[in-house]
């Protein structure tokens, strides 16, 4: 009853938005370019996956079953936070649901990237996460990258073990399914999710070899702590 009920809020219209024309019209072109740089860099291949990116009371969201090179700004889909949709546009993405609520879950996140890529869908298809087997674990923010249930894609389902798998972390596999990465950027989205993608390869080839050896929760608490200032670098002045 209450997955229905979202289906049919999700098709109704919502007044339009007020927001800056430049400021979305900048994003909707940034989650193309994203988007695209996805399916060419095979990550995601075909039609698969998904981008979006928050703005004021709502998303902006790829829609779904259009080629990503054929893909313009004028395509992607305004939806606000309770699913409502901005009259006279392309139908959303399946996994609009999931989108939603990890935005509304996650205040610090502003961008999610949703791939099929290679080996991080083979290891979801295990129902297997990513350990501690290499400290750039870390990266996405914990001592492992968890791996959500299964539950039939665009369902509430689905959206509720995203969430739960997620936690306070940047990324995700979902089972028999792909990865979720979220980031507070768009490019920081898609890095994650291609992040995710090479561990995945990485840890896929050392169960071949053997049986890896793990990092104690203790190593990755110290290496996570190190990660808050990993990379940054102090403005320099010119």
Not at 15 to 29: D, I
Not at 204 to 211: E, M, S
Not at 214 to 224: D, G, K, N
Request: charged fraction near 25%; charge should be positive; glycine fraction near 8%.
């Amino acid at each position: 009853m209450r997955r229905t009920a979202v289906r049919r809020r999700a098709g109704r219209v919502a007044p339009k938005r007020a927001s800056s024309p430049g400021v979305a019209a900048t994003t909707r072109a940034e989650i193309v370019a994203i988007a695209q740089r996805m399916s060419s860099s095979g990550l995601s291949p075909g039609k698969s996956g998904n981008v979006s990116a928050r703005i004021d009371g709502g998303m902006l969201i790829t829609p779904t079953g259009l080629p990503y090179a054929e893909m313009r700004p004028a395509d992607i889909v305004e939806m606000r936070l309770d699913g409502r949709v901005v009259p006279g546009q392309r139908v959303a993405s399946s996994e609009w649901c999931v989108h939603l609520a990890i935005y509304k879950a996650r205040e610090d996140v502003r961008a999610i990237v949703h791939t099929h890529s290679l080996n991080a869908t083979a290891l979801s298809c295990l129902h297997r996460g990513i350990p501690a087997f290499h400290y750039m674990v870390a990266e996405a923010g914990g001592d492992e990258i968890a791996c959500a249930p299964y539950a039939t894609y665009g369902t509430e389902e689905l959206a509720r073990y995203t969430v739960k798998a997620l936690g306070l972390r940047r990324a995700c596999l979902l089972a028999n399914h792909g990865v979720v990465a979220a980031a507070g950027t768009l490019r920081k989205a898609y890095e994650m999710a291609a992040a995710v993608e090479t561990l995945a390869a990485q840890y896929a080839r050392a169960l071949q070899l053997g049986r890896p050896k793990l990092l104690t929760a203790r190593e990755m608490a110290r290496v996570i702590e190190k990660f808050k200032t990993y990379g940054k670098q102090p403005e320099v002045k010119k």
